[in-house]
Structures are given as structure tokens and as C-alpha cells.
């Protein structure tokens, strides 16, 4: 049963996403979210039933998809890292007026073609839709975008409804204008975090009612799903292994059949999707192993560099990393994601559980996933003998964040009942305030960036 508190925050998240995501859905221009025509290329593919992808005659990973995709990207193009640059409605018309051609040919799209299909899905629909009412390209895949967001939202309520005294952090994570982002235009990203923190907010539920195993088996199924999504992201199902409220055995085989399956799926993506990078990973790989030490001022280097930027990143920079919002909301919106992190942290309920093993291999999970991120982006885009790690993105993190309200909830300190009634009161008005302005830079950020 779903208490008072509960469906405050599920139903606070709902009417601010719903803003979020509808206004993104329709206000964001076509295919200005970062690699938004690769995804639809996949999203397309998946809708024409093609859900494997192929190498195509350029020796890039790709697939059969429609060829109108890309046709009706062009006239868009010109926005692409154009901070400067406006929509017009010259370049909206000649988006529009691309239909689909009916005719599938092998398209390359390699950074979309090594994904899963699974989380296309939901696009992949809309797009099915629109194809089959005989809608243009561009109405076709905002058809996709708001399956995409409807589906986004959907496991955020859930997540939020089950994740008890952790429900003000996931709705400060899940309502950051680039979590929004991510969940408006045909991307994967989106769904990867808001699957992560449904996952996490099942253990919570299950760690309090623990009458049945169907929490926990949803949580290894999201995180499963998860992984197979990035490479990184299947380490955050390895900490399940000590997840004390399931007998051992049990888990054991869950964890370990769906780790190899997990593992299995990328191996046959590297082995039968090879991707042409722009330098040489073995070269990478080979001066590694001769200096591993190397490693830590590499770390030192990149962090100190763009660790700022990643953490803007990740509250928000929108479009083509090119539509930053302001840095006074990004301030803001740490504090308050550490102000929800500390109300998860308190609890009132005694002789409670011990999950103090789970929790530091969670911890130690979500830093090797992380460090799964810059490994790899430092041996296949990264210049030979570079001292700072290139192209990684603060989004690339959100979906490790949403373990960090799990992490405190299980660990939490126990407070008497007065504090946890002053603390409630005040998380309530603080979460109120942060939402507000979340809905406002995040339309007022778009509309400053490609209208205004």
C-alpha cells in the first residue's frame, strides 16, 4: 500500500515531468538531441522488424532502415554545435515535408548499432504508428519521442511509489532538465536511468517488505536490462551477490546466469559489430599494460580538468552539448540532491537489517562503472599518450547517480520521530521550490537556445 508521503512525491514527479517531457517533445527541435539521427536510424530499423544490427558496405555497424531519416535531418544540421544559430521555419518546413520512402537500404549508424534493441522499443513503436497512418518522417518520430517519454515517466512514478524515504532524491534526479532530456527525444539514455532507479527503489521495497522475492527479481531483471544497454552499467547487478535478504544459493544463480548472458551479448556485439574508431585502441591497451601506473595521473589530470563540466553536464547541458542551463540552477541542484540524499538517510525504524556489505559493493560498483566509462573512452577516443581522457559526457553518469539514494536508504541512521516530522515538512517545501525551477530553466534554457 502506497502511503500519504509516497504519492505526494510520485504524483510532484509526475506533473513536473509531464511538463518536462511534453514541452521537450515538441519544442525541442527535430533531432537535436545529442545523436538523435543514429537512434532513429535504430529506433526505424527495430520498427521495420530488423531488431540485430549488421556491418554495413562501409565496415560500420548499421542496418536496414529508412534512408529518409537522414534526408529529413538536413536541413537541421546547421544547428548542430551552433550555439549562435536559431530554428527557422524555412528549415522546419523542408524537415517536414521528407516522407518515408518505404525502402529500407544498410544505413551506417556505429555508435547506435552496438546498442540493445530493448530499450528502443517504446520509439520504435511510435514510429510503427506514425508509418503505418502514413505520417511524414518528422511527425512519425515525435510520435517516438512522446511513447518515449510516456514510458520514461511511467517507470519514474513506479520508482518513486516504491522507494520510501529515498523518493526526494530520485525526483531531484529524474526531473534534472538532462534527465528530462534524455527522456523526450529517441534516445536509450533516458530509459537506461529511470530502469536503474526503478531497479533501486525495488531493493528499497523489498529490503522493508521482504514477503516475497518478486521486488528483487524485478531488480535484477531492470539492472539485466541495464546492462545489456552499456557494458559499464552490468557491474551495478554484481553487488546484488550481497544482497542479504535472499538466501544465498538463490541469488547466487540469478546473478551469475544473468551477468554471463549480459556478458555474452557484448562479446557477440564486439565480435560481430566491430567499430572503426578514430584511433587505435590496441595501441591504448599496449601502452597501458607496459605503464599501468599511468592510470592515476591520467585520473588526477581528467578530473581536474572537466570534472566541472561533467557535473554541469549531468544537471544539464542540452541539444549537442551546446544548450547549457544556467550555473546558478546547477549550484542549486546539488545542494538540494544532497539535501534528499540526507533525508534517505534517516529512519526511525529499529532493529533493522544489516545491508552494510551490500552497500559498500554497491559503492565500489558504481566507481568501477564509472571507471568502466573513462577506461573505455580513453582507449578508443582518445589520442595516443593523452594525459586527460576525451569524450566522455556527464550523462554518461546519471544512471550510476541513481544508485546513490539506495546506498544511503540502506544505510541509514536512526532518528527519533520529531526530527523525521521537522525533516519531512521542510524536504516537502525544498522539493516544491527545486521542481518549479527545474520546469523553468528547462523551457526557459530551449526556448533562449533555439527560439529567442
Excluded at 522493508?208 to 531492470?222: G, N
Aim: include cysteine; charged fraction near 10%; proline fraction near 7%.
Amino acid at each position: 500500500m502506497l502511503n500519504e508521503r509516497s504519492i505526494f512525491y510520485a504524483v510532484l514527479f509526475f506533473l513536473a515531468a509531464t511538463i518536462q517531457c511534453v514541452f521537450l517533445v515538441y519544442f525541442l527541435p527535430p533531432f537535436q538531441g545529442a545523436d538523435e539521427p543514429n537512434h532513429a536510424y535504430r529506433a526505424a530499423a527495430m520498427a521495420s522488424g530488423h531488431l540485430l544490427s549488421e556491418m554495413t558496405p562501409a565496415k560500420q555497424p548499421g542496418g536496414l532502415s529508412d534512408p529518409a531519416i537522414g534526408e529529413a535531418a538536413k536541413p537541421l544540421t546547421y544547428l548542430f554545435f551552433a550555439p549562435d544559430k536559431k530554428v527557422t521555419p524555412d528549415a522546419l518546413q523542408a524537415a517536414n515535408s521528407v516522407q518515408w520512402s518505404d525502402k529500407n537500404s544498410l544505413v551506417a549508424y556505429p555508435n547506435t548499432a552496438i546498442n540493445s534493441p530493448v530499450l528502443y522499443i517504446p520509439s520504435a513503436v511510435g514510429i510503427s504508428v506514425g508509418r503505418a497512418l502514413h505520417w511524414n518522417v518528422i511527425d512519425s518520430l515525435e510520435l517516438g519521442r512522446l511513447i518515449n517519454a510516456m514510458a520514461f515517466i511511467i517507470l519514474g512514478v513506479v520508482a518513486i511509489s516504491l522507494s520510501g524515504r529515498a523518493a526526494p532524491a530520485f525526483v531531484v534526479l529524474l526531473t534534472l532538465p538532462m534527465s528530462a532530456s534524455l527522456g523526450s527525444y529517441i534516445t536509450q539514455d533516458g530509459l537506461i536511468m529511470a530502469t536503474v532507479a526503478l531497479a533501486g527503489a525495488c531493493l528499497i521495497r523489498h529490503s522493508q517488505r521482504s514477503l516475497s522475492d518478486r521486488h528483487f527479481i524485478a531488480a535484477v531483471l531492470l539492472l539485466f536490462i541495464a546492462g545489456l544497454s552499456k557494458l559499464p552499467y552490468l557491474t551495478l547487478i554484481l553487488p546484488l551477490l550481497a544482497y542479504p535478504a535472499i538466501p544465498r544459493p538463490r541469488r547466487v544463480a540469478m546473478i551469475t546466469v544473468t551477468a554471463i548472458v549480459g556478458l555474452a551479448w557484448h562479446i557477440y556485439v564486439a565480435v560481430e559489430l566491430p567499430v572503426i574508431w578514430p584511433y587505435n585502441p590496441a595501441l591504448q591497451i599496449s601502452m597501458l599494460i607496459k605503464n599501468p601506473l599511468r592510470v592515476v595521473p591520467i585520473a588526477i589530470d581528467t578530473l581536474s580538468s572537466f570534472g566541472n563540466m561533467y557535473i554541469h553536464q549531468a544537471i544539464g547541458v542540452l541539444g549537442w552539448l551546446d544548450t547549457p542551463v544556467p550555473k546558478w540552477f546547477v549550484a542549486c541542484a546539488c545542494a538540494v540532491l544532497i539535501l534528499a540524499l540526507c533525508s534517505a538517510g534517516v529512519t526511525n525504524i529499529k532493529n533493522a537489517p544489516s545491508f552494510s556489505l551490500f552497500v559498500l559493493a554497491l559503492c565500489f560498483a558504481a566507481i568501477a562503472s564509472a571507471a568502466l566509462i573513462f577506461g573505455a573512452m580513453y582507449v578508443v577516443w582518445t589520442k595516443p599518450s593523452a594525459m586527460v581522457v576525451d569524450g566522455v559526457q556527464g550523462r554518461y553518469f546519471l544512471p550510476i547517480l541513481a544508485v546513490l539514494p539506495v546506498a544511503v536508504t540502506l544505510s541509514s541512521i536512526r532518528w527519533d520521530a520529531w526530527f523525521l516530522s521537522i525533516e519531512e515538512r521542510s524536504m516537502k517545501v525544498v522539493l516544491l521550490a527545486y521542481v518549479f525551477f527545474s520546469v523553468y530553466v528547462t523551457i526557459s534554457t530551449t526556448m533562449g537556445r533555439y527560439y529567442t
